[in-house]
């Protein structure tokens, strides 16, 4: 009985659910590629994007000399958390989007924190039209917050089943001159696992027939244990078990006392 037993484990369950397994870790990102835009007002602006998902630049941009670098999106971010340095005078307006979200479990929460000589503002969108960087439905802001040291946070929930974009804006206002920095990130804390743009879970469409194929094959092979230890000749539709089994696939200067919260 035992050895019966294994036999059918290893012949039919544990080859279909290995399949199954594999294709719900290879299957391809439902996300697009992070962006980062910035834009001083006056003609000059700088976009950034890369496939990885992290970015690096050091130089200028108008009247400012930029610092900025990101991490990765992994495990609960849904966008690259960003780490940014500006220093001179005017404005600048800084965007990091991405496109592709799905429905999410939990809630999507920003926060940031840095040192600003000047005002600084911030806020997040979501687009069910899943345009890069439009800012349609405001989830959360912050701000405007005054020379010294700043730190702010904002949290909502987005009931669309995607796909979906997140936008993520903060504007500064140096009408002097001097550095604001700044570090930031986007989450949603339910989510286990990357979400960026090297995700590697698929989106829902592909899950359920990856998922199907699994216990299709747990159940196939527990019909066969029972036909064979009633003697009686199983068959799957019009096809016998004991073929091979292989499923279709388809598949400048500002004026005083101007504040950054103007810029949304």
Not at 80 to 107: C, D, E, H, K, V
Request: with cysteine.
């Amino acid at each position: 009985m035992e050895k019966l037993q294994s036999k059918i484990l290893s012949k039919w369950v544990l080859p279909v659910v290995a399949a199954g397994v594999l294709g719900l870790a290879s299957a391809p990102s439902a996300h697009g590629i992070a962006t980062l835009s910035i834009s001083d007002g006056l003609g000059h602006t700088l976009n950034l994007s890369n496939s990885s998902g992290a970015f690096a630049y050091t130089g200028a941009l108008g009247n400012f000399t930029l610092n900025i670098t990101s991490g990765v999106a992994t495990s609960d971010a849904l966008l690259p958390g960003l780490n940014f340095s500006a220093t001179g005078t005017g404005i600048l307006t800084i965007s990091l989007s991405n496109t592709s979200f799905g429905a999410l479990a939990g809630s999507i929460n920003s926060q940031i924190s840095g040192q600003t000589s000047g005002t600084t503002a911030f806020a997040t969108f979501a687009d069910a039209g899943n345009r890069l960087f439009s800012i349609s439905t405001l989830l959360s802001k912050g701000g405007p917050f005054t020379p010294g040291a700043f730190s702010g946070t904002g949290s909502a929930t987005y009931a669309v089943p995607g796909p979906f974009s997140l936008t993520e804006k903060i504007v500064i206002v140096q009408s002097v001159f001097g550095t604001t920095s700044f570090g930031t990130t986007v989450k949603d804390p339910v989510v286990v696992g990357p979400v960026g743009p090297a995700v590697l879970v698929p989106d829902a469409g592909a899950t359920a027939p990856l998922l199907g194929l699994a216990l299709l094959g747990i159940g196939l092979a527990r019909r066969k244990l029972i036909a064979l230890f009633l003697g009686v000749k199983f068959r799957y539709g019009a096809k016998k078990l004991g073929r091979k089994f292989a499923p279709n696939c388809s598949s400048p200067a500002v004026p005083k006392g101007q504040s950054a919260a103007q810029n949304f």
